[in-house]
Each structure stands twice: as structure tokens, then as C-alpha cells.
């Protein structure tokens, strides 16, 4: 099993940033992509963005040029650098963990833009 646990969320100003991690453990060698999703209030949970085990990135059409996905080795922990906010970016964020053994999710964290 692995677990997920983000960090990183708060409330910040229209064209602020900020930057959430995500910290995996248990089985993280069968971790194989790692991801950034968000939920806004009454809506859909939407992808924010992915990053497999090779490094290889996807980001929504909406946060690029903006949002950032990383990670020392494409695994553990993994970062979201969010730059430029909006206000509609106000969500709770997840990290999700797609591994050999099945899907794990984080808690989530808030993530709040308003002036």
C-alpha cells in the first residue's frame, strides 16, 4: 500500500502563488505516476496535472504556462508550483498515486484565491 499526504494549500491574493507538495510512502517503488487533481466547490474533479516515474509531464490546457509539476525522481515527494492564480483556481487539491497495486488518494488540501 501507499499512502499520500499533501501539504502546501492556504488562501493567497489573484496573481499569487503558491506551491503544494505531495509525500508518499509505504510501497513507493511500485508508485508509476503521480498526480494533481482539484475539486472546486460543486463541481467535477478535474486534472490539474501528471508526472510519471520518467519525469514525463502533463498539465491541464488551463494551469499551463502557470502551474509547474516536479519532482527529485519523478516519484517522491512531487510539487506543484502554481503561479499566477486565479480566482477559480479555488479548489481542494489531491495527490493521487497510480501504482501496480491500485489507486491512492490524499486528503486533500485547500487552496483559496480571493482578494
Known amino acids: 500500500q501507499v499512502q499520500v499526504v499533501e501539504s502546501g494549500g492556504g488562501s493567497v491574493q489573484p496573481g499569487g502563488s503558491l506551491r503544494l507538495s505531495c509525500a508518499a510512502s509505504?510501497?513507493?517503488?511500485?508508485?508509476?505516476?503521480m498526480g494533481w487533481y482539484r475539486q472546486a466547490p460543486g463541481k467535477q474533479r478535474e486534472l490539474v496535472a501528471l508526472?510519471?516515474?520518467?519525469?514525463?509531464?502533463t498539465l491541464a490546457n488551463s494551469v499551463k504556462g502557470r502551474f509547474t509539476i516536479s519532482s527529485d525522481n519523478a516519484k517522491n515527494p512531487v510539487f506543484l508550483q502554481m503561479n499566477g492564480l486565479k480566482p477559480e483556481a479555488t479548489a481542494v487539491y489531491s495527490c493521487?498515486?497510480?501504482?501496480?497495486?491500485?489507486?491512492?488518494w490524499g486528503p486533500g488540501t485547500p487552496v483559496t484565491v480571493s482578494s
Open positions: 493521487h498515486a497510480a501504482t501496480t497495486g491500485g489507486d491512492y
Open positions: 509505504g510501497n513507493i517503488f511500485s508508485i508509476r505516476v
Open positions: 508526472i510519471t516515474i520518467y519525469g514525463r509531464t
